[in-house]
């Protein structure tokens, strides 16, 4: 399939238009990449949020067995 432009003023917009869309593309491909970094942040945050609490749950389940000795 080959598109026929008739002037050069088509073809001219043919090209800004392209170069919009590439634009256009660019941007929200850096705005996915930035989500996608916030995002592993959150993940790394909440792990060692989880990590911290089952660190304490098992020194307080450690200590209640050593009171029931």
Same mark, same amino acid.
């Given at each position: =399939? #080959?598109?026929v432009?008739?002037?050069?003023?088509e073809? +001219?917009?043919?090209?800004? !238009? !392209?170069?919009?869309? *590439?634009?256009?593309?660019? *941007?929200? =491909? !850096?705005?996915?990449? &930035?989500?996608? #970094?916030?995002? +592993? #942040?959150? *993940?790394?945050?909440?792990?060692?949020? &989880?990590? #911290?609490?089952? &660190?304490?749950? /098992?020194?307080?389940t450690?200590?209640?067995?050593?009171?029931? /000795?």
């Amino acid at each position: =399939m #080959r598109i026929v432009l008739r002037n050069h003023t088509e073809r +001219g917009y043919a090209v800004v !238009m !392209m170069i919009a869309l *590439i634009s256009l593309l660019v *941007i929200v =491909m !850096m705005a996915n990449t &930035q989500n996608v #970094r916030h995002l +592993g #942040r959150e *993940i790394n945050r909440l792990e060692d949020r &989880q990590n #911290r609490h089952w &660190q304490n749950f /098992k020194v307080s389940t450690n200590l209640t067995a050593d009171a029931l /000795k």
